[in-house]
C-alpha cells in the first residue's frame, strides 16, 4: 500500500439495484446527442463528430438531494442514461463495445447554465458549469444482462409532477456502442468509466424546493429534490 501524505481520499462509486457499490474512475459527457435537444440549444442537429466534456467522479450523488449551488441563479435539469463500463481498451470496435458495459442507471446532468453560457462566449471550458459539487444525481445501477442492451425506450422527466423532458433512447444520434467505440480513440478506457449519453429536449431550470423525477424504461427512476 502506498505511503500517503494525506489521507487517501474516499472512492466514489454508485449503488446497485441488488447491493454492493460500482466504483467509478471517471466520468466522460457527451454534449447534444438528441436532435431536437441541439435545436433547443441553437445548434444544427446534423451527425457531425461527437464532443465530449467530463465530470468529476464525486460528482455523482445517489443521496436524492440536490443543493443549489451558490453563484448561479439557472440551474437547468438534464435527464440521460449512465453507461457504466466494467472493462476497456483503446479502440475498441463498434461490435464488440456492448461487451465492455456492466449497466445502466438514469441519472441528471445538472448543469449552471448561465455559468456555461458565460464560457461558451469566451471559448472557454465549460467544468465551471458542469463539474460542480452534486451536479450528476444517479438513480441504482442495473446490470446489462437484467435490461438488455438499452437501444430504445422511453426517456422522461417531471419536476413537481409536470411533464418537462420526453424522447427515446432510438433518437440519440450517436448510439451506446459508438460512444464507447469513438472515446477509446482517444481515451484508454478502463473498468470504473461511466457515460452519460445525453439528454433529450425541454431542458429547463429548477428552483429549491422542487422534486425531479427522471425515468427510462426499463430502470428504476430516480427522485430528486432540490434543496
Not at 21 to 26: E, L, S, T
Not at 34 to 41: G, R
Given at each position: 500500500?502506498?505511503?500517503?501524505?494525506i489521507?487517501?481520499?474516499?472512492?466514489?462509486?454508485i449503488?446497485?439495484?441488488?447491493?454492493g457499490?460500482?466504483?467509478?474512475?471517471?466520468v466522460?459527457?457527451?454534449?447534444?446527442?438528441?436532435?431536437?435537444?441541439?435545436?433547443?440549444?441553437g445548434?444544427?442537429?446534423?451527425?457531425?463528430?461527437?464532443?465530449?466534456?467530463?465530470?468529476?467522479?464525486?460528482?455523482?450523488?445517489?443521496?436524492?438531494q440536490?443543493?443549489?449551488?451558490?453563484?448561479s441563479?439557472d440551474?437547468?435539469?438534464?435527464?440521460?442514461?449512465?453507461?457504466?463500463?466494467?472493462s476497456?481498451?483503446?479502440?475498441?470496435?463498434?461490435e464488440?463495445a456492448l461487451g465492455?458495459?456492466?449497466?445502466?442507471a438514469?441519472?441528471?446532468?445538472?448543469?449552471?447554465r448561465?455559468?456555461?453560457?458565460?464560457?461558451?462566449?469566451?471559448?472557454?471550458?465549460?467544468e465551471?458549469?458542469?463539474a460542480f459539487?452534486?451536479?450528476a444525481?444517479?438513480?441504482?445501477?442495473v446490470?446489462?444482462?437484467?435490461?438488455?442492451?438499452m437501444a430504445?425506450?422511453?426517456?422522461?422527466?417531471t419536476?413537481?409532477?409536470a411533464?418537462?423532458?420526453?424522447?427515446d433512447?432510438?433518437?440519440?444520434?450517436?448510439?451506446?456502442?459508438?460512444?464507447?467505440?469513438?472515446?477509446s480513440?482517444?481515451?484508454?478506457?478502463?473498468?470504473g468509466d461511466?457515460?452519460?449519453?445525453?439528454?433529450?429536449a425541454?431542458?429547463?431550470?429548477?428552483?429549491?424546493?422542487?422534486?425531479?423525477?427522471?425515468?427510462?424504461?426499463?430502470?428504476?427512476?430516480?427522485?430528486?429534490?432540490?434543496v
Open positions: 500500500m502506498a505511503d500517503y501524505v489521507p487517501a481520499p474516499e472512492q466514489a462509486a449503488p446497485t439495484k441488488n447491493g457499490a460500482f466504483p467509478v474512475r471517471r466522460y459527457c457527451i454534449g447534444r446527442n438528441y436532435a431536437a435537444h441541439a435545436v433547443e440549444m445548434h444544427d442537429p446534423t451527425r457531425e463528430a461527437p464532443f465530449f466534456f467530463q465530470k468529476n467522479p464525486d460528482n455523482l450523488d445517489a443521496s436524492g440536490f443543493p443549489y449551488p451558490s453563484r441563479a440551474v437547468h435539469h438534464e435527464v440521460e442514461l449512465l453507461v457504466a463500463l466494467k476497456g481498451g483503446a479502440d475498441i470496435r463498434v464488440d465492455h458495459v456492466w449497466g445502466y438514469v441519472a441528471l446532468d445538472m448543469t449552471r448561465d455559468l456555461q453560457g458565460e464560457a461558451k462566449k469566451v471559448g472557454r471550458p465549460w465551471i458549469g458542469k459539487e452534486h451536479s444525481p444517479v438513480g441504482p445501477l446490470p446489462i444482462a437484467v435490461t438488455g442492451p430504445e425506450g422511453q426517456v422522461a422527466l419536476v413537481n409532477d411533464l418537462r423532458q420526453t424522447g433512447l432510438n433518437q440519440m444520434i450517436w448510439k451506446v456502442p459508438e460512444m464507447i467505440a469513438y472515446l480513440m482517444y481515451f484508454e478506457l478502463q473498468a461511466v457515460i452519460l449519453s445525453g439528454t433529450p425541454g431542458v429547463g431550470p429548477v428552483q429549491r424546493g422542487d422534486v425531479m423525477q427522471a425515468t427510462i424504461a426499463g430502470l428504476d427512476a430516480l427522485t430528486v429534490k432540490v
